[in-house]
């Protein structure tokens, strides 16, 4: 653990060891369903660790549709029936199934050769075992290569940059994200043979990080059997600033690339959604669903992406049973596929549309600090918002009047229009990690994990022994 982390774990104790003892009326009692658990969690929770630690030292990298994450799901069903969850069930899906292959290269050839370090972009196509070589242009924006006369890349390779900053809400992801999420599409469009993008991340290690990819038609079509992909891969952010360092001195002098990438396709294979329940009291009453993602990108253990995740859901599960049994079920949803697609997402909701849940919310952003509580029920259910955001005040979270609308893997709850809650957790740092070889378990601050996991635990205990609609309309 380095300074850095050490400092911030010190902090987090000083803030929270105080409001532990106003956590409590005067006279000893506790005001809150769970209350007493998430304050232990707070100071002693292991489950999230435990599956976290497990996940990544057993497992490892996890690709959708392959037989790593068919592991992982094996995995998380022992996990969780040695834990005595009820229904634990591995519910299989289909999917159309992109791997990455063995060769990522890039190499500058003229006029400043050098290599570079890249990986894919899911879905991209290979260049073939031999590669590719073509002059490259240089689009600082997605609105600059949007702007690009039609077939003005015929024969190149197009460079997308852009300007990401740390934030704490992650707000910058929406502002950088489509140079990796459309860009290759619409660079493909102006005739481009070939995409590399500056990495979509906030560091400075030669780590590129990695996602998905998308190639549209000009009628907004992704249907890959009229849409042919094109080669398409992220540098690493110090390479990246190279090549933008080239294209300032080169003047007159055209930039050559030499691009290698050979993933494959491997046609449909099986993915899965893995699912565990805590049995409530009244089964007529709709369940609260807790969600994370199993699946991670090929190039790392996916520590906080998402492994981190589904630790957090899985122990508050728990520890709001320690509790005692509570009066709605609590189900615990760890999706499959959703870096590649949010196939388990939407397979979740196709399978269970009819199944009315009653309120729904993710952990997928790492495994820092929670600050902020949201919820889509502020106006409909005012009292019970109130209720639930003063409940976790103690762990630091604030209030807020923004509208909840929830993570990737509750399709489900945005299709039935039920109510979500977001519990958004710090994001200075998620952007160094996410997609690279460095989501490892070593960036996991445990005093952080336990403050998501008592704040989840404290969330959960109040909405699981609520009789009424959540939603409150």
């Known amino acids: 653990m380095n300074r850095k982390r050490l400092a911030l774990s010190a902090a987090a104790l000083c803030f929270t060891m105080p409001a532990l003892a106003a956590a409590q009326v005067p006279d000893g009692v506790y005001k809150y369903p769970a209350q007493v658990q998430a304050d232990e969690a707070l100071i002693s929770d292991e489950a999230a660790w435990d599956f976290v630690e497990g996940i990544t030292t057993e497992v490892g990298p996890r690709q959708a549709g392959t037989e790593a994450e ?21 519910e299989p899906f289909m999917m159309d199934t992109w791997v990455p292959g063995d060769t990522h290269k890039a190499q500058i050839t003229s006029p400043f050769p050098q290599p570079f370090v890249i990986q894919p972009l899911g879905g991209s196509a290979s260049t073939g075992p031999e590669g590719i070589e073509a002059e490259v242009v ?48 619409i660079a493909q469009s102006k005739g481009a043979i070939a995409t590399v993008i500056k ?3 906030t560091d400075y290690h030669r780590n590129p990080h990695t996602g998905g990819a998308t190639f549209r038609r000009a009628d907004g079509s992704t249907d890959v059997g009229r849409v042919v992909p094109t080669p398409a891969g992220a540098l690493s952010l110090p390479d990246a600033a190279n090549l933008e360092r080239m294209f300032e001195r080169a003047g007159d002098r055209t930039i050559t690339m030499k691009l290698v990438l050979t993933p494959e396709r491997l046609g449909m294979t099986q993915s899965g959604n893995v699912v565990g329940e805590i049995a409530g ?17 090929w190039n790392s253990p996916g520590a906080f992406d998402d492994g981190a995740g589904c630790g957090i859901a899985a122990a508050a599960a728990l520890n709001v049973q320690k509790h005692g049994q509570p009066l709605r079920t609590i189900r615990v949803l760890l999706a499959g596929a959703e870096e590649v697609g949010l196939f388990g997402s939407t397979a ?3 399978a269970h549309i009819d199944e009315p849940i009653g309120v729904a919310y993710e ?10 509580f949201e919820s889509n029920f502020r106006d409909t259910n005012a ?29 489900i709850a945005r299709d039935q229009k039920t109510a979500i809650i977001d519990l958004q957790q710090d994001g200075t740092r998620y952007f160094d990690l996410h997609h690279t070889p460095d989501d490892t ?26 009789e009424g609609s959540i939603q409150g309309d």
């Open 441 to 466: 378990l070593d960036k996991i601050d445990r005093v952080q994990l336990r403050q998501n996991v008592a704040v989840w635990t404290q969330i959960t205990g109040i909405l699981a022994n609520y």
């Open 363 to 372: 952990s997928d952003f790492g495994a820092d600090r929670i600050w902020r």
């Open 348 to 350: 979740y909701s196709q």
């Open 138 to 185: 240089m689009f600082a924006t997605v609105a600059e290569l949007s702007a690009a006369p039609a077939r003005s890349l015929e024969g190149k390779i197009a460079y997308i940059s852009h300007s990401m900053t740390p934030t704490q809400d992650g707000s910058q992801y929406g502002f950088a994200g489509p140079a990796r999420w459309i860009g290759a599409g």
């Open 281 to 297: 009291r009244d089964p007529s009453l709709p369940p609260v669903l807790l969600a994370c993602h199993l699946d991670s990108w």
């Open 70 to 90: 068919a592991r992982g799901r094996d995995w998380a069903v022992k996990w969780l029936k040695a834990r005595s969850f009820d229904n634990v069930a591995d």
């Open 199 to 201: 990495s979509v991340g």
């Open 383 to 411: 009292s019970l918002h109130e209720q639930l955001a003063a409940s976790v005040a103690r762990f630091g979270v604030a209030d807020s009047t923004i509208v909840a609308r929830g993570g990737a893997d509750i399709n």
